[in-house]
Nanobody
């Protein structure tokens, strides 16, 4: 059974950076799909980035492309989301998600979810 624990959220000023971590147990890093989603109050959950094919392939939403970088460290059983040039509209609860399969877009399909970590960006 996959279990995910996020960390690294917090408050930062616009233009700053944060790195989120997702420690995973029971997850197959070589064949699975790991993603980061976010949800702001009153908005739908949005898939922002994913990584699969043992780290060889990635997906980014247009809203974060060029600013966010997803990576994985198989030896540490951890995925990361490096977030640079943060803007107030990036404020949300960020969720790590993992699955053995992915959607056509490249996001985890019917994933196991982490508990979420809050990111707040002030202007």
């Amino acid at each position: 059974q996959v279990q995910l624990v996020e960390s690294g959220g917090g408050s930062v000023q616009a233009g700053g950076s944060l790195r989120l971590s997702c420690a995973a147990s029971g997850y197959n890093w070589r064949s699975g799909c790991m993603g980061w989603f976010r949800q702001a109050p009153g908005k739908e959950r949005e898939g922002v980035a994913s990584i699969y094919d043992n780290g060889r392939s990635t997906y980014y939403a247009d809203s974060v492309k060029g600013r966010f970088t997803i990576s994985q460290d198989n030896a540490k059983n951890t995925a990361y989301l490096q977030m640079d040039s943060l803007a107030p509209e990036d404020s949300a609860t960020y969720y790590c998600a993992a699955s053995g399969s992915r959607t056509a877009k490249g996001l985890p399909f019917a994933p196991t979810w982490g508990q979420g970590t809050q990111v707040t960006v002030s202007s």
